[in-house]
């Protein structure tokens, strides 16, 4: 699908449908609004109990973005790409949150992790809308990123998001499982 222009609305579906994870970035600079942006709509994520465990590091100094590069990646898949993107966004999850610990433990929902890919996702959608190219790296060192974002032992990190500009016809629509396979009606 052809690019279409972020200024133009159009429907969620199709914002849905163009967004696939970017691994090719071209050099821009990432206006800080465009950032506000997608940040804002990941804290106006819904969350279990609204406790809202969702701590995000922007890195967009580029020793700092070529450490995670460099030091933060477990190996096995190649990544060297995310070298190219503007911004690399850290997620981490804030463990103190009692109902958090103890909630899980009884049902075995896991709902901080629900809720991180919750605001993780939105950020990303926004980042579509704006023309944005984005990708989940969840193949981290948790400890690494920790240490190279400064967070406290109390945040968890889970993943990366790459944000940067895309370069134009880099897009490649990966295949999903019919909903036959996926859904059940009653
Ligand atoms: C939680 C999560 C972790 C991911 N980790 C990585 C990763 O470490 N490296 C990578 O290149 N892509 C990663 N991806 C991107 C997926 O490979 C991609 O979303 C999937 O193949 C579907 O393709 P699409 O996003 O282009 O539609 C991750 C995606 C998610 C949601």
């Not at 994520?45 to 070529?66: G, H, I, K, L, Y």
């Not at 990646?73 to 690399?88: N, Q």
């Amino acid at each position: 699908m052809k690019n279409p222009n972020p200024l133009e609305e159009r429907p969620f579906i199709d914002l849905v449908k163009h967004r696939t994870s970017c691994r090719s970035y071209q050099p821009g600079p990432l206006p800080k609004a465009h950032l506000d942006r997608m940040l804002e709509t990941a804290r106006l994520a819904p969350s279990a109990c609204n406790r809202q465990p969702w701590r995000f590091a922007v890195v967009q100094d580029e020793a700092t973005r070529m450490r995670l590069v460099d030091e933060a990646f477990l190996s096995g898949i190649p990544m060297r790409w995310a070298a190219d993107a503007e911004a690399i966004i850290a997620l981490g999850m804030e463990k103190s949150i009692v109902t958090h610990r103890i909630a899980p433990k009884i049902s075995g929902v896991d709902y901080p992790l629900i809720d991180l890919g919750i605001a993780g996702e939105h950020l990303v959608l926004q980042a579509e809308e704006l023309g944005l190219g984005t990708c989940w790296i969840g193949w981290i060192k948790p400890k690494v990123v920790r240490r190279i974002v400064g967070w406290p032992r109390g945040i968890e990190p889970i993943g990366l998001i790459t944000v940067g500009w895309p370069v134009a016809d880099a897009r490649k629509t990966r295949p999903r499982l019919p909903p036959e396979e996926t859904t059940i009606w009653l």
